[in-house]
């Protein structure tokens, strides 16, 4: 049987700077516009009512989408927030206000990849249509036909062996034959526990200083997806 490749995002496909200083702002900006806007659809209503409940029940949905910016601030993972995130990166993604930056390495790796044969799949903190949303827009074209599933934190907590476990099952694979690539150690440490062969992004741009010997915890190391041993 080939190898699967699953693959986080944040840090190992794209910059840690284009969620940080492009995604992440442009969505808090948005927010209050986008909940006074939408605050009607059935797509959202449900989402700002659950974060309202979370919060007290409060029911002024400026109350609500300032409630949101601070999630944001905190970097909260928080599905409703994903959700609603997603959506203003979709209009975003739409009128081209910017396009997914992904590292040069990472187009030819995951094109070559596919050519092989070998399955591809994403388990990111941010919601499956917010992964779609980047690869379908990345400076590279779209590369959403490369990835055979996604997964996020629905499975479970990046950091928890069984979440991985519950990747493979639903993969309908043996932990044994994915590599999980990612630039944290801890959810490499989890990956591990699962029984997945495991791959750490130390990417210059990302991490100035180089996270080798004791500190990548005994996972493999590579700087560039060009660098990634498949076997």
Same mark, same amino acid.
């Given at each position: 049987?080939?190898? %699967?490749? $699953?693959?986080?995002?944040?840090?190992? +496909?794209?910059?840690?700077?284009?969620?940080?200083?492009?995604?992440?702002?442009?969505?808090?900006?948005? %927010?209050?516009?986008?909940? !006074?806007?939408? =605050?009607?659809?059935?797509?959202? #209503?449900?989402?700002?009512?659950?974060? !309202?409940?979370?919060? =007290?029940?409060?029911?002024?949905?400026?109350?609500?989408?300032?409630? $949101?910016?601070?999630?944001?601030?905190?970097?909260?993972?928080?599905?409703?927030?994903?959700?609603?995130?997603?959506?203003?990166?979709?209009?975003?993604?739409?009128?081209?206000?910017?396009?997914?930056?992904?590292?040069?390495?990472?187009?030819?790796?995951?094109?070559?990849?596919?050519?092989?044969?070998?399955?591809? !799949?994403?388990?990111?903190?941010?919601?499956?249509?917010?992964?779609? %949303?980047?690869?379908?827009?990345?400076?590279? =074209?779209? %590369?959403?036909? $490369?990835?055979?599933? /996604?997964?996020?934190?629905?499975?479970?907590?990046?950091?928890?062996?069984?979440?991985?476990? $519950?990747?493979?099952? +639903?993969?309908?694979?043996?932990?044994?034959?994915? /590599?999980?690539?990612?630039?944290?150690?801890?959810?490499?440490?989890?990956?591990?526990?699962?029984?997945?062969?495991?791959?750490?992004?130390?990417?210059?741009?990302? /991490?100035?200083?180089? #996270?080798?010997?004791?500190?990548?915890?005994?996972?493999?190391?590579?700087?560039?997806?060009?660098?990634?041993?498949?076997?």
């Amino acid at each position: 049987m080939k190898p %699967l490749v $699953l693959t986080d995002i944040e840090g190992t +496909t794209s910059s840690i700077s284009f969620v940080k200083d492009v995604l992440f702002p442009y969505a808090r900006q948005a %927010l209050p516009d986008f909940v !006074a806007r939408n =605050g009607h659809d059935p797509h959202v #209503r449900p989402l700002l009512d659950q974060v !309202a409940a979370e919060c =007290g029940g409060i029911c002024q949905d400026a109350m609500i989408a300032e409630t $949101l910016q601070g999630w944001i601030d905190e970097d909260r993972k928080h599905t409703a927030l994903k959700a609603l995130q997603g959506m203003i990166w979709a209009a975003g993604y739409r009128e081209g206000d910017f396009k997914a930056d992904i590292y040069p390495d990472v187009a030819p790796a995951l094109q070559d990849w596919h050519a092989r044969g070998i399955p591809i !799949a994403v388990y990111s903190s941010g919601s499956v249509p917010a992964q779609k %949303l980047l690869f379908s827009h990345t400076q590279a =074209g779209d %590369l959403t036909p $490369l990835f055979c599933n /996604y997964f996020d934190t629905e499975v479970g907590h990046k950091r928890v062996a069984d979440s991985y476990r $519950l990747i493979a099952d +639903t993969l309908d694979r043996t932990p044994d034959t994915i /590599y999980f690539l990612s630039d944290v150690v801890e959810e490499l440490n989890a990956a591990r526990e699962a029984g997945m062969h495991t791959v750490l992004l130390d990417r210059l741009e990302d /991490y100035p200083e180089p #996270r080798s010997d004791s500190a990548a915890n005994g996972h493999a190391r590579v700087t560039s997806f060009a660098d990634i041993a498949l076997t």
